[in-house]
């Protein structure tokens, strides 16, 4: 083809570029079209550039499987097409040989994948590469390629090519600002649909993962999955906490999306990850699972970016419509908790469906514990502890009554009539654990929490919060490590806690006085050998092993105390009050040091 008919055919084949402003379609015309027009090339391929990944991927390709190129991904500098955009320069490729040395940096992956796309691994004979540039950046490479045929691009060939791509890349781009603008006002319009119409986040899920046709799913900041396109989906997202817990929580913490290749699961080969904000913080992750190729098309992750905000939305809904509901039950626990007999809101109760004839109550008493935080930040941690709480609380079996009060948060459980005591403290045990492990592990925050005992009444429900709030105050004594504790538990605290605190240091003083005075004063530990040789039910062996000492040294304290005592032996009733007043040491927080201000 002679220059005036190459001229020519470039002129018609631009016509053509700008008769439409569909991307895909302009993508598809450009690849026929520089085949036209370079005489002899059999083979095109044409690169984007994803400035957030750093990447050139394959979009749209002649003489290749796509199926098996949109896998590619290459790096600036990487195979020719690389080297082109890296230099922002057209190259020209003269022979087989130069096209191999073009190719020899590329990973064994992506030569992998190029070798099934053309059915086995073979050089060009042949290639030219040209960037396309906008506003002085290369935005992608236009790739050409003889395979086996005994022809050789020229430098005419180049030029040429180079004036096909500097107008190609007005329209590409043209394309690309309008198909953005579609995709986006598109996805961001039937979203808002399935939003106003509350279908609810796993509707609105199912929505954009037919959309963008992938794999979505939501998570909340504490990694619960909200809402997935499919069943399918849902699976997968649950196992992506087990293999990738790390990651997601990183994806939070991110301005932008995010994206991780996955090798630990099987037909997944990465996930894009999308956090969901609201004027403060994160509140969950938008994820799209990649099954066919790694890379996500550019114009569904801006459409997906910007309609991030439905999910924020959505989500807060629905937290508001939870929060309101706990707030309301929070009204009626307070009367139940404030009320006498004669002003108990039954007829409130009763429109909750909670009567005395079918259920038991027990009360529960959170405590934050984190007076050192600063202010902002605790109410902040608190807000999303809040959240946690009423997540967990809404999904538990017993219906649940919440009462909020500064640092102190009060819980009455709705137990069905045949279910045990022992049952539903067990559950509830459970429930505050998972609770203190997401806590401690997502906030920083630690709680205590107090259970009371099981009533069938609801003038019990005062008696049950007493008793929740008394496993509290337990286990804020200085020695308590327990995090969680049933009013059951307390034992012989539940005496001592009754008891005024002077009273109980007379009574440590004048049982334990000269043991823990001895201790202090000589660096002994009679006071722990005394506690644990009780424990062991006066076992010396038993007591040694726990102590790591021999028998004999075990034999010398106890002979020391009885001495320091004046007593002949450990039996009786002395016994009882040295355990009492072990208890009280415990409880006061005393364990090792002498009452001084008796001394």
């Known amino acids: 083809m002679n220059t005036e008919k190459k001229l020519m055919s470039l002129i018609n084949s631009m016509q053509v ?21 370079i005489e002899g090339a059999n083979a095109s391929i044409l690169f984007l550039f994803d400035e957030n990944l750093n990447k050139l991927y394959a979009k749209t390709a002649v003489g290749f499987d796509m ?7 290459l790096s600036p500098g990487e195979g020719m097409s690389g080297q082109t955009f890296l230099s922002g320069k057209g ?28 059915g086995e691994l073979t050089y060009p004979t042949s290639t030219l590469c040209v960037p396309l540039i906008s506003k002085g950046s290369s935005i992608g490479v236009l790739t050409v390629d003889i395979f086996g045929k005994n022809v050789v691009f020229t430098n005419d060939d180049l030029k040429l090519l180079e004036t096909f791509a500097t107008q190609a890349s007005i329209a590409v781009e043209n394309a690309m600002l309008f ?26 899920t199912e929505t954009l993962g037919h959309l963008v046709k992938k794999d979505v799913a939501i998570y909340n900041e504490f990694l619960d999955v909200l809402g997935a396109c499919s069943s399918k989906c849902e699976e997968t997202a649950k196992q992506m906490i087990t293999h990738g817990e790390s990651f997601l929580h990183d994806a939070m913490d991110q301005v932008g999306f995010s994206f991780y290749p996955i090798h630990s699961l099987e037909g997944i080969k990465g996930i894009y990850c999308f956090p969901i904000r609201t004027d403060t913080f994160v ?12 890379v996500l098309d550019p114009l569904d992750r801006v459409a997906i970016e910007q309609a991030n905000t439905i999910f924020a939305l959505e989500m807060s809904r629905q937290e508001r419509l939870l929060f ?20 108990l809101p039954y007829k409130k109760l009763a429109k909750l469906n909670i009567n005395e004839n079918h259920n038991q109550f027990i009360v529960a008493t959170l405590s934050i514990n984190d007076s050192a935080l600063s202010l902002n930040v605790a109410s902040q941690r608190k807000q999303q502890l ?22 102190e948060m009060m819980l009455l459980f709705i137990l069905p009539d045949h279910v045990t005591e022992k049952e539903g403290l067990d559950r509830l045990k459970r429930l505050f654990a998972r609770l203190n492990e997401t806590t401690s592990k997502t906030l920083s925050l630690t709680l205590r929490a107090g259970l009371g005992r099981v009533t069938s009444e609801f003038l019990g429900v005062k008696t049950s919060y007493r008793d929740a709030r008394r496993s509290v105050q337990y286990m804020q004594t200085a020695t308590s490590q327990k995090e969680i504790l049933s009013y059951d538990e307390l034992g012989p605290y539940r005496l001592i806690m009754r008891t005024d605190k002077d009273e109980l240091e007379d009574y440590v003083y004048d049982i334990l006085g000269p043991i823990l005075n001895y201790d202090q004063k000589n660096q002994t530990e009679l006071f722990k050998t005394l506690k644990v040789f009780l424990e062991c039910n006066q076992n010396m062996t038993s007591s040694a092993s726990q102590l790591f000492v021999h028998t004999n040294t075990i034999k010398y304290r106890l002979n020391t105390m009885k001495e320091i005592l004046a007593v002949p032996s450990f039996e009786g009733r002395l016994l009882f009050n040295l355990q009492l007043g072990i208890y009280i040491c415990e ?3 005393v364990c090792g040091n002498p009452t001084n201000d008796q001394e």
């Open 386 to 407: 809040y959240r946690l709480i009423y997540r967990s609380l809404s999904r538990f079996d017993y219906k649940t009554l919440v009462l909020d009060k500064n640092t």
């Open 17 to 37: 570029l700008t008769s439409t402003l569909d991307l895909d379609e302009v993508l598809h015309q450009l690849i026929n079209e520089v085949l036209s027009v």
């Open 587 to 589: 409880y006061l927080g």
């Open 91 to 118: 190259k020209i490729f003269s022979r087989r040989e130069d096209t191999q040395q073009g190719m020899s940096n590329i990973t064994p992956e992506t030569k992998e994948i190029y070798a099934k796309s053309l």
């Open 179 to 204: 198909s953005q603008n579609e995709r986006s006002t598109k996805i961001h319009e039937e979203l808002s649909k399935v939003s106003l119409s509350q279908g609810g986040l796993t509707e609105i």
């Open 283 to 294: 509140i969950g992750l938008l994820t799209v699972f990649m099954r066919e190729e790694i």
């Open 67 to 73: 199926n098996h190129m949109r896998a590619v991904k």
């Open 324 to 343: 309101n509901d706990f707030t309301y039950s929070g009204y009626i626990l307070d009367q139940l908790l404030n009320n006498s007999a004669d002003k």
